[in-house]
């Protein structure tokens, strides 16, 4: 019998093979489901990294050029970063305890996601109605156009991922996580577009109405996300 060591890239990986190999009944008749959870986690902590960078880049020139746009878009990194880390917890829930254990962690997570995202699109109406009344305008910025650009690919692709694992795990926090992935794509584009608009015409009102234009999604996705786990309870 072989005595050669594992390698693990985190404290949960471990726990999680440990714990299949102790006999604690974590999936120990579904190997593949073992692979799909540690994709999963490599997701997740990827969305962790790039959020991060994301955040602070569109956070840090929306006050600076005082631009709702990538305020929200900052908000909306920040919401994503704190669902990758719901997630990294749920996850971690049904590595350590098993799959009853992870299915009332399933319902908390997948609440929280569409809660996030609620909260997101009500900052963002209360917002741009204060701009759009008090005339106020915003100016350009270049690393906030930058950042945008680069997310529009690297969240189509983590959510595509994203979408794939969940479908195969079944879980709709995933689900959810993921598609705050594709709402982070859509308003990417909308940020690029309303940076464009806003520096060709330099219109006051460009950035109030360009960062309602992800409401509708933040919306529709986020109350399907609570909803659902209210049916299932």
């Not at 005082?66 to 917890?89: K, N, Y």
């Not at 929280?112 to 997101?120: C, N, R």
Request: charged share 20%; net charge negative; glycine share 8%.
């Amino acid at each position: 019998m072989s005595t050669k060591p594992c390698v693990f890239e985190t404290e949960t990986e471990r726990e999680h093979v440990m714990a299949e190999e102790s006999g604690g009944g974590n999936n120990t008749d579904n190997p593949s489901r073992t692979l799909l959870i540690r994709d999963a986690f490599r997701l997740e902590w990827l969305t962790i990294a790039w959020m991060t960078i994301e955040a602070a880049v569109a956070l840090g020139s929306g006050i600076a050029a005082g631009s709702l746009t990538l305020i929200a878009f900052g908000a909306d990194s920040v919401i994503e970063l704190a669902s990758a880390g719901v997630l990294v917890w749920r996850l971690t829930v049904e590595v350590r305890r098993g799959g009853t254990f992870s299915e009332a962690a399933e319902h908390r997570a997948s609440r929280i996601a569409g809660g996030l995202l609620l909260a997101l699109a009500a900052y963002v109406v209360a917002s741009a109605a204060w701009e759009l009344w008090s005339h106020e305008q915003a100016e350009f910025s270049w690393s906030g156009f930058i950042v945008a650009a680069v997310a529009i690919p690297a969240m189509y692709l983590l959510s595509r991922r994203k979408l794939a694992v969940a479908e195969e795990l079944g879980s709709r926090a995933l689900r959810a996580d993921a598609m705050e992935a594709v709402t982070c794509a859509y308003l990417s584009a909308v940020v690029l577009v309303g940076l464009a608009m806003q520096y060709l015409f330099g219109a006051w009102w460009i950035d109030s109405v360009t960062s309602l234009g992800i409401v509708y999604l933040l919306v529709k996705e986020g109350r399907e996300a609570w909803v659902r786990e209210i049916c299932c309870d």
